[in-house]
Nanobody
Framework: QLELVESGGDLVQPGGSLRLSCTSS????????IGWFRQSPGKDREGVLC???SESATQKGRFTLWRDYAKNGVYLQMSSLKPEDTAVYHC???????????????????WGQGTQVTVSA
């Protein structure tokens, strides 16, 4: 059983930045692909960015994702935040069956409880 814990959610003004953390007590989390997802009320869960087990960092647009191997953590840096980024953000882990990751929700076996990000003036 892999337990994931998110933190870092907050109320932030539009244009601001925020760093979310996803930590696990198990070093074996480094053998998993890690994905960040978000969900707003009334909407489906949406993939944000993922990091394969063989990658240490990746970036897409306003989002950067990286691992801290010493802390068994994966961190999501979000910049230039917009009101539409408001959601509960979850990290999740999927067995690393290939060298690349996917944001296909059913592939992820382990989920954290989520952390709320609110972007508002």
């Amino acid at each position: 059983q892999l337990e994931l814990v998110e933190s870092g959610g907050d109320l932030v003004q539009p244009g601001g930045s925020l760093r979310l953390s996803c930590t696990s007590s198990a070093p074996s989390s480094q053998d998993y692909n890690i994905g960040w997802f978000r969900q707003s009320p009334g909407k489906d869960r949406e993939g944000v960015l993922c990091l394969s087990a063989s990658e240490s960092a990746t970036q897409k647009g306003r989002f950067t994702l990286w691992r801290d191997y010493a802390k068994n953590g994966v961190y999501l840096q979000m910049s230039s935040l917009k009101p539409e980024d408001t959601a509960v953000y979850h990290c999740a882990a999927a067995p690393a069956t290939s060298s690349s990751c996917s944001l296909n929700v059913p592939l992820y076996n382990y989920w954290g409880q989520g952390t709320q990000v609110t972007v508002s003036a």
